[in-house]
């Protein structure tokens, strides 16, 4: 091998420029391309056969009536598109009871606050002193201190 000027050798291979003329150098083992337009060229060509496998599904599933899907693929929910339809009239009923002060009745809209107890009450009732609530608080408090603290008890040691 020769050496420079600088006592640097140089290598058995000229240096190549990245054919897409990035300016940084490329290898043989990467298509003479540097090492960022070598993985966003795979980006590409995986991003391509997902495309052309999803429509070729697609197209598959729009010849096959019973099932009319949107590939999950799409980010679309797996459920068929009859099923996503809601009632209108159960929901309606739903909301409204939900958007009320489950004692006095008030109207809260967005302002609702929501007790351990699973109901929903106005700046009013949200205490829980105020609303009779039935949730057990000293004991799911015991029970997260017992979960928190475990007892840690070390080993017996042999006595000689």
Not at 78 to 95: H, N, R
């Amino acid at each position: 091998m020769e050496k420079n000027g600088a006592g640097c050798q140089a290598s058995p291979e000229a240096a190549i420029l990245c054919v897409n003329n990035c300016g940084f150098f490329g290898s043989s083992a990467t298509m003479n391309m540097c090492s960022k337009c070598h993985k966003d060229m795979i980006l590409k060509q995986e991003h391509a056969k997902l495309a052309t496998s999803a429509i070729k599904n697609i197209v598959d599933r729009g010849n096959n009536k019973e099932s009319a899907r949107v590939p999950s693929s799409f980010g679309a929910p797996s459920g068929s598109a009859g099923s996503e339809v809601a009632q209108p009239e159960s929901s309606s009923k739903s909301k409204e009871g939900a958007t009320r002060c489950t004692t006095c009745r008030k109207r809260v809209g967005l302002t609702g606050f929501s007790c351990r107890c699973g109901n929903l009450f106005c700046c009013v009732h949200r205490y829980s002193d105020k609303h009779d609530c039935p949730f057990d608080y000293l004991t799911a408090s015991r029970d997260a201190i017992a979960k928190g603290n475990p007892v840690v008890k070390g080993q017996k040691l042999d006595k000689i």
